[in-house]
């Protein structure tokens, strides 16, 4: 399998997910500014959209977006619990937190990454974000992660997103147990890997 990537950008969702799976995989750096990849390849040849994650698997066959390529990773080692059986209410659970975490909070996070956004307008994304944060800090409370007691492919994109409240002037100093979750996070050998092989950490 190959997992296009660009550091820190949502594909880190999926890279941590492939090492929470013990799965092969190579990664293939897809810069997001000039989609052209190591080897000179344009980018937009292999996803029109141009942008990451991408999973190649190894036939050839390439799946977008970031909730459904985990879920495919997930399902490929059951015995890892990296997401619910398929068919169960858990299940749907998942796809609950993926979908709220790509729609309320990674696109609100999208305006904030605009030069041309004028201050204004990023402020009423960050109070939109901030909002949102305060209702998963709620979640969080007397649960070790999102789906209660063990990681799931969830935990890596709601981890993934937050790591951005920093550089964009995201305050998360009040959400005792969202950043609680995030220390557990961040210490997770799986996530340390993925960060340090994408130059994140040294």
């Known amino acids: 399998m190959k997992l296009y ?54 036939d050839g066959t390439r799946l977008r977006e970031g909730p459904a390529i985990v879920q495919y990773i997930a399902d490929q080692v059951p015995t890892r619990n990296l997401a619910p ?15 709220f975490i790509g729609t309320e909070v990674h696109k609100s996070f999208s ?22 944060l305060q209702w998963v800090d709620g979640q969080l409370e007397g649960k070790q992660y999102l789906m ?26 009040g959400y005792k147990h969202l950043l609680a979750w995030r220390e557990r996070m961040a210490a997770r050998p799986a996530v340390q890997e993925a960060m340090k092989a994408e130059g994140l950490l040294k």
């Open 111 to 132: 305006p904030l990454f605009f030069p041309a956004m004028p201050e204004e307008g990023k402020q009423i994304y960050r109070d939109r974000i901030a909002g949102r």
């Open 5 to 58: 990537y660009s550091p820190g950008a949502c594909s880190l969702s999926p890279h941590i997910v492939l090492r929470e799976a013990g799965l092969a995989f190579e990664l293939v750096l897809a810069p997001t500014k000039t989609h052209k990849l190591p080897d000179g390849t344009d980018y937009y040849g292999i996803n029109p959209l141009g942008y990451v994650p991408l999973l190649e698997l190894d």
């Open 148 to 173: 209660g007691d063990a990681f799931s492919v969830a935990d890596a994109y709601l981890f993934v997103v937050t790591n951005w409240a920093k550089p964009m002037n995201l305050d998360l100093s």
């Open 85 to 99: 059986a398929n068919g169960t209410l858990p299940r749907y659970r998942l796809q609950e937190w993926l979908t």
